[in-house]
């Protein structure tokens, strides 16, 4: 059974640091690795999506790495601002998505 | 383009009431699923529909039916509601079970109560 774990669960930053969230899976045998944000009491936004066969995939100031070897992936948050603050969710696909218990981000300003 | 929408956003029952939990996308995609998400933590997939005819179960399907109507709507049915089902349901939809590119997109939630 997959499973998914997201180190730290919660983290507090001042605003302008660059700072790295971590998902790490126990079976390599996925499709991809899907980076979520999840604002109080509202749905998931995807943020970046991973391939099986790729390295990492950048947008704006986020950047996503996957090492399916090792079972890890990170979330790579630069310059920080206050409306980063959020829940970030990883997950893994292998045809069924299994789901991290998320890190919840404050960014102070 | 509303990608995809659950109906209602809120509900209350009591123990042992049933009600029915809609979703419908209109991006054409093929896939279609139902998770749980309980304070705290993440989701958990309850059912999925990997394609129009097809239903499975997930990690949590106890207490729980799903219709899968056409290519556009899933729906998820809840015989007799217990407070364990207390939860903020999701339902997300993708263009392919099978395949490695395709991301899933999710509903705004529906914030279920068992009283």
Redesign the interface.
Known sequence: KQEVTQIPAALSVPEGENLVLNCSFTDSAIYNLQWFRQDPGKGLTSLLLIQSSQREQTSGRLNASLDKSSGRSTLYIAASQPGDSATYLCAVNAGKSTFGDGTTLTVKP | NAGVTQTPKFQVLKTGQSMTLQCAQDMNHNSM?W?RQDP??????IY?S?SEGTTDK??VPNGYNVSRLNKREFSLRLESAAPSQTSVY?C?SSES?????Y???????TRLTVT
């Open positions: 699923y998770y705290g933590m993440g989701l958990r997939l999925y990997a997930g990690e999701f997300a079970f099978f395949a490695v590119g991301e899933q997109y999710f509903g705004p939630g």
